[in-house]
C-alpha cells in the first residue's frame, strides 16, 4: 500500500493551497455577505486550468487524475466553500456528463469552452417534487419536427444562472419503456433559448457566494441532436455522474472540516482564560484531537474512492461511504469549531460561523445521508432497498 501523494499531486496541492490562501481567503467573508458570484476569481480559476482538470487535453483539458481534481475542491474549500462547489458543479456536473456522454460534435462545442471556464455548465435533475426520487421526473420533452420540446420545472439548480452560464443538461420522461416505466433521457439546453427561464437566486443558509436557482421550461425547443447519450438512459446517465459527483463532495466536506480544524488551533493556542491558553486545558485538546481523527478518516475514504474511480474499479458504495462520513465528519468539525470560537464563533466576523452555515448543505446535496445509508444498504445486499 502506498498512502503518499505522487510528486507532482503535491506540487499541484500547494499551488491550488497558495492561490486560496492569497486570492480566495481575503475575499470569502465578503463574497459571503454579499451574496455574489466570484466571476473575477471564477476566470482566474479558469486561467490555472482548473474547470478543465480531469478531462483529456485535447478537449482544452489538463489530463489530470480525479484525486487532483478532488485536491484541488478540498484545498478552495479550507477556505471558501462557494468557491469550491462552483467548481466542483461546474467540472463533475456541468462538464461531466457531456464528457462521458457526449459526441465529438457536442464536446467541441461545449466542453471545449467549459475547460477554459468561458461558459458554465449545470446540472437539471432535481425536480420541485422530487430530489431523493429524482427517478420521479415530470419534466417532459417531446420530440416534434425534429426538435425536443420541453416542458417542466427544475429545483435548486447549482451555476445555473451565473453571468456565464451556457447551459444546463436536464433529465425529462421522454416516452414509456416497454415495461411501463418512464423512460427518462438527458438533454442539452443552453442559456436563452426560447421558453428557458432562471428564477431568482435562492436565499441560502450557506454558499451564499454560489449561484442556484429554479428553472423553467415552457414550451421550450431545442434540435433533436441535443439528446446527451442514447435516448431512455438519461437517468441511469446522471446516477452514474453523481457517484462521481460524491466523491468531490467528499473532498469538499474534508476541505471544510480541515479549514475549521486550522481555524480552531490557533485560536486555542491564542484565546486565554483563566490564565492560560484554552488550548491548554484538556477539554478544548479532546475535541480538536477528535475532529483530526474524523478529518483523517474521512480524508482516507475521499482519497480511497478517488483512487479507485481512476483505475477503474467498481466505486459506487465507497463514493457513498467517503460522501456520508466526510458530510458528517464536517457538520460535527464545523459545530465544535464555533463551541472552540465561544462567543465570537457566533458572529459572522469569526470564519467559523460561515463554516457552520456551509456545512450542513453537505450532508443533502448530491445525495441525502439517508439516501447513502440506503445505497451503502444495497450493497450489503438487504432487503427493501431495490426501489
Ligand atoms: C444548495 C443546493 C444545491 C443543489 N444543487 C443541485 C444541482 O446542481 N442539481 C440538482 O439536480 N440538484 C441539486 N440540489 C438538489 C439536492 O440534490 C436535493 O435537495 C437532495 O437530493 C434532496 O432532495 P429533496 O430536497 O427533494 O429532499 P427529499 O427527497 O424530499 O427528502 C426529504 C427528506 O426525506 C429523506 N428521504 C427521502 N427518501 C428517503 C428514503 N428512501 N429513506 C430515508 N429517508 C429518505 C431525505 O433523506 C430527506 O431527509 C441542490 C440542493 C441545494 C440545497
Not at 468531490?248 to 480541515?258: C, P
Request: one cysteine or more.
Amino acid at each position: 500500500m502506498d498512502f503518499a501523494l505522487t510528486e507532482e499531486q503535491e506540487a499541484f496541492r500547494r499551488t491550488v493551497r497558495r492561490f486560496a490562501d492569497e486570492v480566495v481567503a481575503p475575499r470569502a467573508e465578503e463574497m459571503d455577505a454579499a451574496e455574489e458570484f466570484p466571476l473575477d476569481i471564477v476566470k482566474q480559476m479558469g486561467e490555472l486550468g482548473l474547470f478543465g482538470l480531469p478531462f483529456p487535453e485535447r478537449y482544452g483539458g489538463q489530463g489530470a487524475d480525479f484525486l487532483s481534481f478532488c485536491l484541488a475542491i478540498e484545498e478552495l474549500a479550507r477556505v471558501d466553500s462557494s468557491v469550491a462547489i462552483t467548481l466542483e458543479a461546474a467540472v463533475g456536473l456541468g462538464a461531466n456528463p457531456i464528457y462521458r456522454f457526449g459526441t465529438e460534435a457536442q464536446k467541441e462545442r461545449w466542453l471545449v469552452p467549459m475547460c477554459r471556464a468561458e461558459i458554465l455548465g449545470a446540472f437539471g435533475l432535481t425536480e420541485p417534487d422530487g430530489g431523493s426520487d429524482a427517478g420521479a421526473t415530470r419534466t417532459t420533452a417531446t420530440l416534434e419536427g425534429g426538435e425536443w420540446v420541453i416542458n417542466g420545472t427544475k429545483a435548486f439548480i447549482t451555476n445555473a444562472g451565473t453571468p456565464i452560464t451556457g447551459l444546463v443538461t436536464i433529465t425529462a420522461v421522454t416516452g414509456t419503456e416497454p415495461g411501463g416505466h418512464k423512460e427518462i433521457s438527458s438533454i442539452i439546453v443552453p442559456t436563452g433559448t426560447e421558453g428557458f427561464s432562471a428564477g431568482k437566486a435562492y436565499r441560502k443558509i450557506g454558499w451564499h457566494a454560489s449561484d442556484t436557482r429554479e428553472l423553467v421550461f415552457h414550451d421550450c425547443s431545442v434540435p433533436e441532436e441535443n439528446l446527451l447519450g442514447e435516448r431512455g438512459e438519461g437517468f441511469r446517465n446522471f446516477l452514474q455522474v453523481l457517484d462521481d459527483g460524491r466523491i468531490a463532495i467528499a473532498a469538499l466536506a474534508v476541505g471544510l472540516a480541515q479549514g475549521a480544524l486550522d481555524q480552531s488551533v490557533a485560536y486555542a493556542r491564542e484565546r486565554r482564560a483563566f490564565g492560560h491558553p484554552i488550548g491548554a486545558t484538556q477539554g478544548i485538546q479532546f475535541k480538536l484531537a477528535d475532529m483530526k481523527v474524523g478529518i483523517e478518516a474521512a480524508r482516507l475514504l475521499t482519497y480511497r474512492a478517488a483512487w479507485r474511480q481512476t483505475r477503474g474499479l467498481p466505486y459506487k458504495t465507497d463514493a457513498s461511504m467517503a460522501k456520508l462520513h466526510a458530510s458528517e465528519v464536517a457538520v460535527d468539525a464545523a459545530r465544535q469549531a464555533v463551541q472552540v470560537f465561544g462567543g465570537y464563533g457566533f458572529v459572522e466576523e469569526s470564519p467559523v460561523a460561515r463554516y457552520y452555515r456551509d456545512a450542513k448543505i453537505l450532508e443533502i446535496g448530491e445525495g441525502t445521508s439517508e439516501i447513502q445509508r440506503v445505497l451503502i444498504a444495497r450493497d450489503l445486499g438487504l432487503p427493501g432497498t431495490d426501489f
